[in-house]
């Protein structure tokens, strides 16, 4: 099998004229507890990392191999935060976008242009381009997949020391099995996003 050039996306930009370009995605979506996290990333053009390709593919244990190296050969990168609060008054769609937003901002003017993983389209500030599958395509974007996935998974264990009962150390805040029993068993957190729970709770 071929290896995907993690470039090509970046390198068709460059084309045109294009440069500074910022991946950007998100982890936590879909999870009944903690916040959704959001990164954006400018790596050197053509900078090859090993094992940074597909991210989604990667163990836990080489995401976080791969976290300070990424950090530490980034020519820029931000991760930011919304909050479970903001998560019930706005919905997972558009806390996702203001994550997105806060970690664009945190690159200080420094990208011309921002790849963002999925296929909605939202106004940051500078020009986009909606990638589909864009973290096993792109180079930025798997570098920001890393970086949001890792921070929320360490945040959501940080958590579980706070709420030991709800076991978000194992399933980071997903709706395991193990998860809603121990809702049944314990009820909602402050943490948990009280508009994901209300199917759970017309259930009960």
């Not at 099998?1 to 998100?26: F, P, R, S």
């Not at 976008?97 to 242009?113: S, W």
């Not at 997903?174 to 994901?196: D, Q």
Request: charge should be neutral; glycine fraction near 8%.
């Amino acid at each position: 099998m071929d290896k995907i050039n993690m470039w090509e996306i970046e390198e068709g930009l460059a084309a045109q004229g294009i440069t500074a370009i910022c991946g950007v995605d998100e982890a936590g979506r879909g999870p009944l507890a903690g916040p959704v996290c959001a990164a954006a990333v400018i790596l050197p053009d053509h900078l090859e990392i090993p094992g940074l390709n597909d991210s989604k593919k990667l163990t836990d244990k080489k995401r976080r191999e791969l976290f300070p190296i990424i950090k530490e050969q980034a020519i820029a990168y931000g991760i930011a935060f919304a909050s479970e609060q903001e998560i019930d008054e706005i919905n997972i769609l558009q806390a996702t976008f203001l994550a997105m937003q806060r970690a664009i901002d945190q690159l200080e003017g420094k990208a011309n242009f921002a790849l963002i993983d999925g296929n909605r389209e939202k106004d940051f500030g500078l020009p986009v381009m909606t990638v589909v599958k864009g973290d096993s395509r792109s180079a930025n974007i798997a570098a920001a997949s890393v970086l949001a996935k890792v921070t929320r998974d360490m945040y959501m264990e940080k958590l579980a020391e706070k709420y030991p009962q709800y076991g978000f150390e194992i399933h980071k805040g997903y709706g395991t099995k193990v998860h809603y029993a121990a809702l049944t068993e314990h009820g909602a957190s402050e943490v948990h996003r009280k508009s994901f729970l209300k199917k759970f709770y017309e259930k009960k």
